[in-house]
């Protein structure tokens, strides 16, 4: 009788700390807006749905592939399943965002979430100028990445690649949901691996750890870099080079930017 005595005071301590009245509040919060975040993804869906077929189309114009390049169907299906799919990604995207974003103004006035934050001694992070530029550089980061994957890698990486298949006498054909899966996956990556220097700031700003631990993890960062780039990259060297070493770069300068703006020891 004393185990499962002893496993219901455990249970009852952890749901009345900080962090179990947080889990306790993200369930009734996802519960009671369910409904609305399923509209919200409903309107992202029946919005975009229309304009999928528009951009599939701009996005496989003959001028835009490389040469002696055909995009092919398989089944009939595919390009009404491409569309259902594209569609249902910007629903997604805007559930993210509405979900994020109501989910972290309610988080700012929930009491356990103060009480979790003083346990960890974190700075919390106030409505202000800061936070402001913080939310311009990630959006300043994303959108650099997607140009740098649409005008940089994305053209470079289809040259190389039809023109190895072409010199090894092979016929270049892509299908229309490889060939768009080829793009994102890419474009994800530039705008996810762009977010290396604000992410890197923000740990260092905020004291989650120091300046000395991130360095001396260095190397274990670096090879998580090459080895997400090769999860959402071609497996081709060149397409890993590509992907992860932007990232290794700003990840460098945010360390350079940091130790010239802050003295970690004051």
Known sequence: MAEPEHLANAVDELLDSPGGKILSSARMYILERMRMLTFVFAIGFIATFPLTKS?????????????DVEIIVITPV????LQVQLAAHVGLLALIVVFVSEASWRASKNQAVKER??????????????????????????????????????????????????????????RLTGYTSFIANLALASAVGFQAPLVTLMVLRLEVVRRSTVRSYRRHIWFSAFLIGAFLSPPDPLSLFLVAMPVVILFEIALIIDALTRNENA
């Open 55 to 67: 951009f599939i189309s701009w996005l496989i114009e003959p001028e835009r592939l490389p040469a």
């Open 78 to 81: 595919e390009f009404i399943l």
């Open 117 to 174: 934050l003083a346990e960890l001694q974190l700075k919390k992070l106030r409505p202000n100028s800061t936070v402001a530029l913080t939310l311009f550089s990630a959006v300043s980061l994303m959108a650099i990445g997607v140009y740098y994957s649409w005008n940089w890698l994305t053209p470079m990486l289809l040259e190389y690649l039809t023109n190895d298949a072409q010199n090894a006498g092979l016929a270049t054909e892509w």
